[in-house]
């Protein structure tokens, strides 16, 4: 099935440095991913669109110089909090579109990665 | 972009069967309906995506009426180790589909 990994899983940061996370897609190629923001007891919020070759679109109320995102190949596309604050320590989740086991579209997600910043 | 409503929690117990509705009235033709359980500090896992009638795979069946406006997941004779959220979503790719996640269901599955 496909696959979404994340890396890394989890990560402490001190405030006022910057963090990349990883998001793969392993067995097929993605040419859109998405990345997701979920706080405790909440659902996840959807952050960015980003596609191959291409800027992403980011979701209103989500700060694009903060949060950059890069989509440079079919399999990796990677999220870099900038100038990390307290306020930004959440679940941070990313998707891929691939195909389903009947060939329609749909999609997959990482395992998360967590963010603690002091 | 179809808004989904579905039940803020649901208990049941070992063994029994879990049938969890989600609503999608304003669904458009293109829509399909998919469904995703997430454990915490996971990402959501997908469980099943079908279009009409009925879908059906090795953990779950999906049940959708002919009007669409609803689709039913079921989860057979369920376990401890299915207590998790389960997210109801509509949208189709090939529209620019951005996947917009409502509250899901918190299923808790009892001894």
């Known amino acids: 099935g496909a696959v979404v990994s994340q890396h890394p899983s989890w990560v402490i940061c001190k405030s006022g440095t910057s963090v990349k996370i990883e998001c793969r897609s392993l067995?097929?190629?993605?040419?859109?991913m998405f990345w997701y923001r979920q706080f405790p007891k909440q659902s996840l919020m959807l952050m960015a669109t980003?596609?191959?070759?291409?800027?992403?679109?980011?979701e209103q109320g989500v700060e694009k110089d903060k949060f950059l995102i890069n989509h440079a190949s079919l399999t990796l596309s990677t999220l870099t909090v900038t100038s990390a604050h307290p306020e930004d320590s959440s679940f941070y989740i990313c998707?891929?579109?691939?195909?389903?086991?009947?060939?329609?579209?749909?999609?997959?997600f990482g395992p998360g990665t967590r963010l603690l910043v002091l | 972009l179809a808004k989904t409503t579905q039940p803020i929690s649901m208990d049941s117990y070992e063994g029994q069967e879990v049938n969890i509705t989600c609503s999608h009235n304003n669904i458009a033709t293109n829509d399909y309906i998919t469904w995703y359980q997430q454990f915490p500090s996971q990402g959501p896992r997908f469980i099943i995506q079908g279009y009409k009638t009925k879908v059906t795979n090795e953990v779950a069946s999906l049940f959708i009426p002919a009007d669409r406006k609803s689709s039913t997941l079921s989860l057979p004779r369920v376990s401890l180790s299915d207590t998790a959220v389960y997210y109801c979503?509509?949208?189709?790719?090939?529209?620019?589909?951005?996947?917009?996640f409502g509250a899901g269901t918190r299923l808790f599955v009892k001894a």
């Open positions: 980003s596609n191959e070759g291409s800027k992403a679109t980011y």
């Open positions: 067995d097929f190629q993605a040419t859109t």
């Open positions: 979503l509509v949208g189709h790719y090939t529209g620019g589909f951005k996947t917009i």
């Open positions: 998707s891929a579109r691939g195909p389903d086991p009947m060939g329609v579209e749909t999609q997959y």
